[in-house]
Each structure stands twice: as structure tokens, then as C-alpha cells.
T-cell receptor, first 115, second 114 residues
Framework: AQTVTQSQPEMSVQEAETVTLSCTYD???????LFWYKQPPSRQMILVIR??????QNATENRFSVNFQKAAKSFSLKISDSQLGDAAMYFC????????????FGTGTRLKVLA | DVKVTQSSRYLVKRTGEKVFLECVQD?????MFWYRQDPGLGLRLIYF???????EKGDIPEGYSVSREKKERFSLILESASTNQTSMYLC?????????????FGQGTRLTVV
């Protein structure tokens, strides 16, 4: 069975600085997708970024980028130029590339942004 | 604008009551999911459905059942609510094909069982 581990329950970053959130996963599959979701205080889960396992290039979305290390089964999220609106829970998630497409989530990292 | 709508944002129920949590999506998605979110435990899958009338147990199905009679609607049922089912419940939906990978979420229902 696949698992997703987020070892940082809470992180803090100064406004305008850079922060990296860690995620590791375990799978025996070669075809899968990885995601970072953001959950602000409004509770609405929002997709931040996704990575296809078959792509070697790290995904980037504006200030958000990932460091995808397939062999190490690591998938970290880097937030550059942090803003107050980045404060939220961040969840790392895994989805298989075949069969029934259910999503497996980590335990989350609460990010605080300090003014 | 795509939407997943959960019927209640907050709900308070008594122990032993039968509770229905409703979720509707307007994206014609094949897959629908119910997750439970607790501090320190993240999102845990209760049940998911990949087609009308089709369902599969997730990691924590005990004490819950589901119903999917129409493609757009997925209901979570607590047959006899207990205090340990006090939690945040999130519904999600996604396409049933390999390439459309994003899951869309409802706004969550915070259920308190007293």
C-alpha cells in the first residue's frame, strides 16, 4: 500500500523569504502523480501544484516549485517570496496512474507567515 | 466554475442519530470521495465511488456507509452517530481517466456529535 509522510507538523517563514515543505512517499508503482494542496482557514482545498512521475522536470507554478526526487521518493514544495496569503495547511498527496484513482494524503504541514 | 457542494458547513447531532452528509458535483465526474480530516492525522479516506452504485471501502469505513444513486451526488451516512465521529468531513470529485488528475473539494462539513 502507498503511504505519504509529512514530517513537519508546523513551519514558519518571514514574509518575502523562501520556505521548503518536505514530503516523502512509498510506492512500488512506477506510474503515479504527486500533488500539493493548500487549505487556508476558509477550509477550501486548492491545488497548488502537481507532478507526473514520468516527467523528470520539476513542476513550477509562479512562486511555487517542487523538488521531485523519484529514486529517493521525495517531493518537497518550495515557496519563494512568501506572502501572508500563503499561510495555510499544506497537504502532500499521491495518486496512482492506473486502476482506481484514489488519493492518499499526508498529515499536513501548517505554514505560518510572519510579517 | 467547477463546484463541489456539501449540504452543510456545520452540523450538530446527538449520539445514536442517523446522519446524512450530502455532496453534489456539477462537473460530470466519475469519481467521488469522502475523507475525514482530524488534526495530526491528515485526510483519511472513508469511501470512494468510481461510478453510479459502485463503491469501495477506504481506510476507515467502520461506522459509515455511502450511497450513490446519481452520478452527481454522493452521500455519507453515519448509521448511529458516536462522539468519536466528531470531525471535519470533506467530499471530493475527480475525472475517471488517467490524465485528468486534479481532485476538486467541497468546503467541508464540521460535524459535532454530542
Amino acid at each position: 500500500a502507498q503511504t505519504v509522510t509529512q514530517s513537519q507538523p508546523e513551519m514558519s517563514v518571514q514574509e518575502a523569504e523562501t520556505v521548503t515543505l518536505s514530503c516523502t512517499y512509498d510506492t512500488s508503482e512506477s506510474d503515479y502523480y504527486l500533488f500539493w494542496y493548500k487549505q487556508p482557514p476558509s477550509r477550501q482545498m486548492i491545488l497548488v501544484i502537481r507532478q507526473e512521475a514520468y516527467k523528470q522536470q520539476n513542476a513550477t507554478e509562479n512562486r511555487f516549485s517542487v523538488n521531485f526526487q523519484k529514486a529517493a521518493k521525495s517531493f518537497s514544495l518550495k515557496i519563494s517570496d512568501s506572502q501572508l496569503g500563503d499561510a495555510a495547511m499544506y497537504f502532500c498527496a499521491y495518486r496512482t496512474g492506473s486502476g482506481t484513482y484514489k488519493y492518499i494524503f499526508g498529515t499536513g504541514t501548517r505554514l505560518k507567515v510572519l510579517a | 466554475d467547477v463546484k463541489v457542494t456539501q449540504s452543510s458547513r456545520y452540523l450538530v447531532k446527538r449520539t445514536g442519530e442517523k446522519v446524512f452528509l450530502e455532496c453534489v458535483q456539477d462537473m460530470d465526474h466519475e469519481n467521488m470521495f469522502w475523507y475525514r480530516q482530524d488534526p495530526g492525522l491528515g485526510l483519511r479516506l472513508i469511501y470512494f465511488s468510481y461510478d453510479v452504485k459502485m463503491k469501495e471501502k477506504g481506510d476507515i469505513p467502520e461506522g459509515y456507509s455511502v450511497s450513490r444513486e446519481k452520478k452527481e451526488r454522493f452521500s455519507l451516512i453515519l448509521e448511529s452517530a458516536s462522539t468519536n465521529q466528531t470531525s471535519m468531513y470533506l467530499c471530493a470529485s475527480s475525472r475517471g481517466d488517467r490524465m485528468n488528475t486534479e481532485a476538486f473539494f467541497g468546503q467541508g462539513t464540521r460535524l459535532t456529535v454530542v
